[in-house]
């Protein structure tokens, strides 16, 4: 870790070589570590240091961006004048004043234990998820991760931000005879994962996924354990919820804010400071995080924008920037909450006549990214659901179905969260039960 003072430094050396351009600079650096296991055995670790230091130059209606991954005074004089000097060969374009000075939230973002964690502290982390798998007979696969990044946002309106956070991610698949399972999770604190229950959670799932039987495609009704929630809840912040998508008319948004686009029981909103989540206290611009509802009761209320987005649209930034000079589609959420309710997972099971459990999804893809309409395959431990029991599993298949038409589709909504993701950010979601799923295809394993 460099500390606040060392990065402030840093910053204001490239600052001071302005010249007659305007700068922000964003600075990130990551030491990130992990840990891989195979057939029960630890066979990798490795942990890899990075900085990247990305340098925005404007000069009237004329702005550029050059990165640096090295400190080094001289790269960071020659990245300032690559910037300005691609800049004044940039077109021109109407461009958002830089932020000024801002407030932020005191909000624990560092976990030291996490931050510090060594080798020997993953190999013993691993362990407890392996044990409670081989216990049962069954191969574990699966890795332990951990991050401690500094991120940091200067800029010649005066502009300083500095913050330090930390993460940890735990995967583990399991297998046994051609049956699988599968179990995450993600905190910031590797203290708050449990990864002994992990393990347990995988080597369930496995061992109840034996004998999978083959049924015919077509449309059922679904429980979707968090790990599919979560990949529905991406699509729609990535498709959906960005200004950028939203002004171009390729968001399921344009045009209906104020109207409703699902369900009345869903609720959505994104909140980097909540500490439940990966909370993070500014964007890569500066601008400090805060909550920003985007569905309430099934209306459409809030787009996620970015100081550029923002200044087109006439509207102030939501903190959902990017850093400059990196593919990204645009401001989107990525700290983003599903309402909980209050159903168990037991109460879902109960309440369905004929119907499939599924654990996650997998391979999917955007058909349509305008109705976030979605293909992919399920995956590890799939389950016919009859007569409010689980009968047996059953061998995956493929759906092809619109995000947003399914979540208009809710039955059932769980009490239990679980937060999933990782270094970039995370969804906390409960379990839901979907009317009428869409599955197109079947599969021979």
Known sequence: MIGRAGIKEILDYALSLKGGCELECSLVCENSALTRFAQGQVHQNVAEESAS?????????????????????????????????????????????????????????????????????????ARLMIDAVEAKGIEAYGSVETQAVETAVANSSGLFAYAPSSSCSAVISTIKSGAYGYAEAASRKMGDINFGAL?????????????????????????????????IMQFLCSTGFGATAYREARSFMTGMIGQKVMGGNITIWDDGLDPSGMPVLFDMEGVPKRRLELITGGTARGIAYNVSEGFKAGVASTGHAFPS???????????????????????????????????RFHYTRAVDPKRVVITGMTRDGTFLVKNGRIAHSVRNLRFTESYVEAMSRVDMISARTKALGGRSGACVVPVLKIRQFNFTGVTEF
């Not at 393990?199 to 599919?228: F, H, T, W």
Request: proline share 6%; aromatic share 4%.
């Open 199 to 231: 393990g347990s959670e995988a080597a369930e799932r496995c061992e109840n996924a034996k004998d999978a039987q083959s049924i015919p495609a077509g449309r059922y009704d679904v429980i979707l354990l968090e790990y599919a929630v979560a990949d």
């Open 325 to 359: 000079g990196t593919f990204q589609p645009g401001p989107v959420p990525i700290n983003v909450f599903l309402e909980a309710g209050r159903a168990t997972l037991d109460d879902m099971i109960s309440a369905t006549e004929t119907g499939l459990l599924v654990t």
């Open 53 to 125: 230091l990305a340098i925005r130059a404007i000069s009237g209606k004329r702005a550029a961006t050059a990165v640096a991954t090295s400190l080094d005074r001289d790269i960071v004089s020659r990245t300032v004048r690559a910037a300005a000097e691609n800049a004044a060969r940039s077109p021109e374009a109407s461009l958002a004043p830089l932020p000024g000075p801002q407030s932020y939230a005191d909000v624990e973002t560092y976990d030291a234990a996490t931050g510090e964690c060594g080798p020997s502290e993953r190999v013993a982390k």
